[in-house]
């Protein structure tokens, strides 16, 4: 009936304009809205500026409109606005959308690895800082920025670091260029890339002259820690302005005793708050999403054993691999009587701001990298935060009034805690990087222009494992075309060599699951009360080759499902029968969703690239030739006691638990994954034979012996 319709249509728009004016009011209630003409009037001055601002002060969110407002987007030019985490860019880029009243994707989008938001209209581009070094392998210049944004630089991720060394000098190329100056100047050596990329038939690069003229750069160097004199120093002594937060006083509780299980702890404090102190959401740091995934469950378990009152608690995880409708709920406020307790990666140390949040809880660990360019091995661990990011922790707390935060550890252990985090630069891995600006036309790296130079050792090291993977020729120039096909791929140099050899293995279908589902968390899940039916239920997907086939066993059988059930039934039901099967067979369908949306954009990456995207069917023996020539820096040999020595480090390492070879151990094996806990362990092993190693990695295992 018409009157209904249009009843309901006017109550939906009044709710909608209530929303509206609610946003239109936080967002004049926000610290950096009294300095917004003062802060426009900054970025004009000045070419490079640095901000610092407590988090929650309004600079992610409020900044690029100030400036599209005040015209820096003026001829189609585009505000970027970077990223270390794809998680921050994704929501921040939805609220801001959502603030500016328009739909994702056209004025206001995202970009992210695996996942662009953005069309012709976008002006204000939320990205992740590597996705803006892949952009400038196409796009030199970055000609279609006005204004670069390098957000949460104190995060100093190697991206982040890296991207710095190169504005740097694209600012300085596009400001030359309007004075009809030279070309971009990257690393000592005054390499001309005055090129633009062009991609060939073959998949190779073809670099060709470019003339023209860009206008100028502006550069704004974001962050949330008051120590901004490293990027001042870096950028010529570059101006800072400091914007005022608010912070309210938090009071923090330590537990008397070191705890052994700070998931147990973790949980047993939730529970302590919820029951015991008057109303506010709780906010959890946990490490990963498997950590995540494991207090979720053990709440939800935990909490129909309580009364009935007591029940209303809405558990809500918030970490990068979760889908992005998802992601946007910890945002949402809970429902009224309800409490909501979010369980988040340290993305919610500074990256986001989630409103509400009265309670912390700061089990004082995180996971990082770790590289010993020694033993040229890079590998995840759990480590004791900074003093610093304790501190931003817990004031989260303090956000919109006073607050309390847990820290699970004793209160002589916080002065023990470093003062601040190492730059990811210094303990990561540079084969990624270091190939990107090979790339980009650096040819010295040790000369690049680093606001903080990794040590020799570990560049050295990372060269050499690009001139082992043929990323390299001998003269230190990227080979053609694997070199610059590697670069093209969004991955790490290993898989991407992966990818391209199995082209020539004959199995590029199945590498291409195999990277998609090592780029996401374990699809396994075993909790910790039923090891032994999740041990049963990866049975029939095991392989006694290794976990590679396993993996690729899940993958398929997921599909046939899948295939098989949407042609009986509609999508959602379809939907809830897959996931009571993911169940059922203690997969993560959330793991696996991602690696079926990973699978989907690499497969378009290689057919662009015009590999061969044939399949070796049940004949695995190719496959693992293939994973042997392709992971021959990760290979072990079984040694007499039951444990594996790594060819390339001599490392000692074991078998990890969740190994399909866990208890029958091959002779020889090559793996994906080095985890240290309180020992070394490798996961995702697959069994090859020693002589295919000098057989097909001549280069490396020719030169050894
Ligand atoms: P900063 O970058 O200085 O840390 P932000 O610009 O991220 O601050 O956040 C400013 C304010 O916007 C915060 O008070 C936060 O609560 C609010 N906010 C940010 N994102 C969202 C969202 N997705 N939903 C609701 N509020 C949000
Ligand atoms: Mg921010």
Request: proline residues 4%; glycine residues 6%.
């Amino acid at each position: 009936m018409p009157s209904v319709h249009q009843g309901n249509f006017s109550n939906r728009q009044t709710q909608f304009s209530v929303r509206r004016q609610k946003i239109i009011q936080q967002r004049k209630s926000l610290p950096i809205a009294s300095v917004e003409k003062r802060l426009v009037e900054e970025v004009r001055k000045n070419d490079v500026l640095i901000i610092v601002g407590e988090t929650g002060s309004g600079k992610t969110t409020q900044i690029p409109q100030f400036l599209f407002d005040a015209g820096f987007c003026r001829d189609g030019r585009v505000i970027g606005i970077t990223q270390p985490r794809r998680v921050a860019a994704v929501t921040v880029a939805k609220r801001v959308a959502e603030e500016c009243g328009v739909e994702l994707g056209q004025k206001v989008a995202y970009s992210v690895r695996f996942d662009d938001a953005t069309s012709g209209l976008t002006r204000i581009k939320y990205m992740t800082d590597g996705l803006l070094l892949r952009e400038a392998l196409l796009d030199p210049y970055l000609s279609k920025y006005s204004v670069i944004i390098v957000d949460e630089a104190h995060e100093r991720t190697v991206h982040t670091d890296v991207l710095m060394g190169l504005l740097k000098s694209v600012q300085l190329a596009r400001s030359s260029s309007v004075s009809g100056g030279q070309g971009l100047n990257l690393g000592n050596k005054n390499v001309n890339v005055t090129l633009e990329k062009e991609n060939d038939q073959s998949g190779s690069v073809r670099k060709k002259p470019r003339h023209e003229k860009f206008a100028p750069l502006k550069l704004i160097i974001m962050s949330a820690s008051l120590d901004a004199r490293a990027f001042s120093e870096y950028f010529a002594g570059a101006k800072a302005v400091h914007i005022q937060g608010r912070q309210f006083p938090v009071d923090i509780f330590y537990t008397l005793h070191a705890e052994t299980d700070y998931l147990d702890a973790s949980l047993i404090t939730i529970f302590q708050i919820h029951l015991d102190e008057g109303p506010g959401d709780i906010l959890v740091f946990l490490t990963g999403q498997e950590e995540i995934e494991s207090v979720e469950r053990l709440i939800n378990e935990k909490l129909p054993q309580l009364p009935q009152e007591n029940q209303k608690l809405l558990v809500l995880p918030i970490f990068a691999a979760l889908p992005s409708e998802q992601q946007m709920r910890v945002f949402a406020p809970a429902p009224s009587g309800f409490r909501k307790v979010i369980l988040a990666t340290n993305i919610a140390e500074t990256s986001v701001t989630i409103p509400g949040i009265k309670y912390v809880i700061d089990p004082g660990f995180v996971k990082a990298r770790s590289y010993d360019p020694g033993k040229g091995m890079e590998s995840l661990i759990i480590v004791p935060t900074s003093k610093s990011q304790a501190l931003q922790r817990s004031g989260r707390a303090g956000r919109e009034g006073p607050g309390k935060c847990f820290r699970l550890y004793p209160e002589k252990e916080f002065e023990k805690l470093e003062d601040s985090t190492m730059p990811e630069i210094k303990r990561c891995n540079l084969s990624n990087v270091i190939l990107q600006l090979k790339a980009l036309g650096v040819e010295d790296i040790l000369g690049f222009d680093f606001i903080e130079k990794p040590s020799r050792a570990a560049i050295i090291k990372s060269l050499e494992q690009l001139f082992l993977l043929g990323a390299l020729t001998d003269e230190c120039q990227l080979s053609d075309p694997v070199g610059h096909q590697m670069a093209r791929l969004p991955l790490d140099p290993i898989y991407s060599r992966a990818l391209i050899l199995a082209s020539q293995f004959n199995c590029l279908e199945e590498m291409l699951i195999t990277v998609a589902l090592l780029s996401v968390e374990s699809i396994f899940y075993s909790p910790r009360d039923k090891l032994e039916e999740a041990r049963t239920a990866m049975k029939c997907f095991s392989s006694s080759e290794g976990d590679h086939i396993t993996l690729i066993n899940v993958y398929r059988a997921s599909n046939d499902f899948l295939e098989k059930r949407s042609m009986e039934m509609s999508t959602t039901k379809c939907e809830k029968v897959y996931k009571k099967w993911c169940k059922e067979n203690f997969i993560n369908s959330r793991s696996l969703r991602h690696a079926r949306d990973i699978h989907k954009q690499i497969q378009e990456h290689v057919q662009q690239m015009g590999l061969n995207l044939s399949s070796c069917g049940d004949d695995m023996l190719q496959f693992r030739r293939c994973l042997a020539a392709s992971f021959f820096l990760n290979a072990a040999v079984k040694q007499p006691e039951g444990t594996y020595r790594a060819l390339a480090s001599g490392q000692v390492v074991q078998v990890h638990p969740s190994s399909v070879l866990f208890r029958k151990k091959p002779d020889c094996v090559i793996f994906n994954e080095l985890v240290q806990t309180n020992h070394k362990y490798v996961r995702n092993l697959t069994r090859v034979d020693y002589l295919w190693l000098t057989e097909l990695a001549p280069q490396y295992y020719a030169m050894q012996s």
